[in-house]
């Protein structure tokens, strides 16, 4: 009888559990090394919705459908689109039939976690370099000097991971666009207007090179991102630890814009936090190297593209386990079917986020995501 190869995968994040727990679910050992001290070091991030044809299809796979189901917040798949007088130009209603239900990311991680065998995540392991040792073998140093050895290594570990070297070249690169993330927090009572105007689900308000989006969360929750298209230059001259300051430096790029919505950006409750997008190449892929792959961003950074890179490096996790599971005496062909599916779904999806990106952000916004709205709803029509 063949003995199942450890896996050894770098990054607790949702691809990463996602392979752990179908790895598990088929008998197949693996060990995740996470560089956060622990689940709870940092917030995991807002609403997620999952998908019916990635997402929940790696949940499926994991046999954890219905802890997932227990985690949707109805009414979240509602939508309205504003114009920068606050004028709605698009409300598209969560009639339940969306596919996409809405669950809190950091339920669902924990959801992973516990699903797997004690000790199979270990905490506050940092990678400092991966090395290359021969016949399939790699090792992981990590940052406090200690290592392991592994015929199987699986980087899980983002954008900016410390597997991907082995396998390619390509580094992340800035769009030339970012997002400022903040929060509007027990709005129900203490931001009733912005509840109004975000409504009970998603609101973007969009022009030409910015945006103000919210979303509805739990406990009343209201997460804002803010997005503009800024030289790094540009937001690195912004001192993000004076919130105020901050704040009102942002603020001032909506000049003339309906005061419902600069609100989204003047009255939040904490500190506004800068997220740079940053892309690999669209169809970026590598030669097979023996004993090592990527899922999720370590894979395939791209734009949001609609698919939501959450679902799929759950979906990459899910389909590796699988394909280690149905070729036991034979990895590296279960390695190159997964990335022979992967490759070309990572380059729709990275497509679809530059040209979803120029819908919301390009030279016609909004208009250019209302047309796309209206020749959607023709087509279920």
Same mark, same amino acid.
Not at 321 to 339: F, G, H, I, V, W
């Given at each position: 009888?063949?003995?199942?190869?450890?896996?050894?995968?770098?990054?607790?994040?949702? /691809? /990463?559990?996602?392979?752990?727990?179908?790895?598990?679910?088929?008998?197949?050992?693996? !060990?995740?090394? =996470?560089? =956060? $001290?622990?689940?709870?070091?940092?917030?995991?991030?807002?609403?997620?919705?999952?998908?019916?044809?990635?997402?929940?299809?790696?949940?499926?796979? $994991?046999?954890?459908?219905?802890?997932?189901?227990?985690?949707? *917040?109805? %009414?979240?798949?509602?939508?309205?689109?504003? %114009?920068?007088?606050?004028?709605?130009?698009?409300?598209?209603?969560?009639?339940?039939?969306?596919?996409?239900?809405?669950?809190?990311? /950091?339920?669902?991680?924990?959801?992973?976690?516990?699903?797997?065998?004690?000790?199979?995540?270990?905490?506050?392991?940092?990678?400092?370099?991966?090395?290359?040792? %021969?016949?399939?073998?790699?090792?992981?140093?990590?940052?406090?000097?200690?290592?392991? &050895?592994?015929?199987?290594?699986?980087?899980?570990?983002?954008?900016?991971?410390?597997?991907?070297?082995?396998?390619? !070249?390509?580094?992340? &690169?800035?769009? %030339?666009? #970012?997002?400022?993330?903040?929060?509007?927090?027990?709005?129900?009572?203490?931001?009733?207007?912005?509840?109004?105007?975000?409504?009970?689900?998603?609101?973007?308000?969009?022009?030409?090179?910015?945006?103000?989006?919210?979303?509805?969360?739990?406990?009343?929750?209201?997460? +804002?991102?803010?997005? *503009?298209?800024?030289?790094?230059?540009?937001?690195?001259?912004?001192?993000?630890?004076?919130?105020?300051?901050?704040?009102?430096?942002?603020?001032?790029?909506?000049?003339?814009?309906?005061? &419902?919505?600069?609100?989204?950006? !003047?009255? @939040?409750?904490?500190?506004?936090?800068?997220?740079?997008?940053?892309?690999?190449?669209?169809?970026?892929?590598?030669?097979?190297?023996?004993?090592?792959?990527?899922?999720?961003?370590?894979?395939?950074?791209?734009?949001?593209?609609?698919?939501?890179?959450?679902? *799929?490096?759950?979906?990459?996790? @899910?389909?590796?386990?699988?394909?280690?599971?149905?070729?036991?005496?034979?990895?590296?062909?279960?390695?190159?079917?997964? &990335?022979?599916?992967?490759?070309?779904?990572?380059?729709?999806?990275?497509?679809?986020? #530059?040209?979803?990106?120029?819908?919301?952000?390009?030279?016609?916004?909004?208009?250019?995501? +209302?047309?796309?709205?209206? =020749?959607?709803?023709?087509?279920?029509?």
């Amino acid at each position: 009888m063949t003995t199942p190869t450890h896996v050894t995968i770098i990054g607790a994040g949702l /691809g /990463g559990l996602t392979l752990a727990r179908v790895l598990h679910v088929h008998g197949i050992p693996a !060990t995740v090394y =996470e560089a =956060e $001290a622990s689940p709870t070091a940092r917030s995991q991030g807002g609403m997620l919705d999952i998908h019916d044809d990635n997402g929940q299809l790696a949940l499926k796979a $994991a046999d954890l459908l219905d802890e997932f189901r227990g985690l949707v *917040l109805e %009414g979240r798949q509602s939508l309205r689109v504003l %114009g920068r007088d606050g004028d709605v130009l698009h409300d598209r209603p969560d009639d339940g039939t969306g596919g996409r239900p809405e669950v809190q990311r /950091g339920e669902l991680r924990q959801v992973l976690l516990d699903s797997l065998p004690a000790e199979t995540v270990r905490w506050g392991y940092k990678v400092s370099r991966t090395r290359a040792l %021969g016949e399939g073998r790699h090792e992981v140093t990590f940052a406090d000097g200690s290592t392991v &050895e592994t015929s199987l290594l699986v980087g899980a570990d983002g954008a900016w991971s410390r597997v991907r070297p082995l396998l390619s !070249t390509a580094t992340p &690169e800035y769009t %030339g666009a #970012s997002v400022v993330e903040t929060y509007l927090l027990d709005a129900d009572t203490r931001h009733p207007a912005a509840v109004t105007t975000v409504g009970g689900g998603s609101l973007l308000a969009l022009a030409p090179g910015k945006g103000i989006l919210a979303h509805r969360e739990k406990g009343g929750t209201l997460h +804002i991102y803010v997005s *503009l298209a800024r030289p790094q230059d540009w937001f690195a001259a912004i001192h993000f630890t004076d919130a105020a300051a901050a704040t009102a430096r942002i603020a001032r790029e909506f000049d003339g814009w309906a005061p &419902e919505l600069t609100a989204l950006i !003047t009255d @939040a409750d904490t500190t506004p936090v800068l997220r740079p997008l940053n892309t690999l190449p669209l169809e970026h892929r590598w030669g097979r190297v023996p004993g090592v792959t990527l899922i999720g961003d370590a894979a395939h950074l791209a734009l949001p593209s609609g698919e939501g890179g959450a679902n *799929l490096a759950m979906l990459d996790g @899910a389909e590796l386990a699988q394909a280690l599971a149905a070729r036991p005496d034979d990895t590296e062909a279960a390695l190159t079917e997964y &990335e022979q599916a992967m490759f070309p779904r990572s380059a729709r999806a990275a497509t679809g986020g #530059s040209e979803l990106h120029e819908l919301m952000y390009g030279d016609n916004a909004p208009h250019s995501l +209302i047309a796309m709205f209206a =020749e959607h709803d023709r087509g279920r029509s």
